[in-house]
């Protein structure tokens, strides 16, 4: 079984800074891409950031130049810093990897979301 923790989240003012953490522990034997998505109350869930394995980052436009997503493969570990943080950031952030536990088989699992809420 794979589990995935987040931490990181709280109650920051606007032009604030967080940094999110997520960690995967478990039965796993690679992990591929990791993201970071968002959903804000009566709001679909969206995309905020993706990094493959070899580093390579795709941000959503809202969120350029302001967040950065980076991860640490020894640690199975994705990081979102977010800076300059607006109101409209506010909503539950949530982690998803996907994680094979063979050469070609994949489950993509979610953390289970820490709430960012921006507000002065």
């Known amino acids: 079984q794979v589990q995935l923790v987040e931490s990181g989240g709280g109650l920051v003012q606007p032009g604030g800074s967080l940094r999110l953490s997520c960690a995967a522990s478990g039965s796993i034997f690679s992990i591929g891409a990791m993201g970071w998505y968002r959903q804000a109350p009566g709001k679909q869930r969206e995309l905020v950031a993706t990094?493959?394995?070899?580093?390579?980052?795709n941000y959503a436009d809202s969120v350029k130049g302001r967040f950065t997503i980076s991860r640490d493969n020894a640690k199975n570990t994705v990081y979102l810093q977010m800076n300059s943080l607006k109101p409209d950031d506010t909503a539950v952030y949530l982690c998803k990897f996907r994680i094979y536990r063979s050469t070609y088989a994949y489950t993509e699992y979610w953390g289970q979301g820490t709430q960012v809420t921006v507000s002065s």
């Open positions: 990094i493959t394995r070899g580093g390579s980052a």
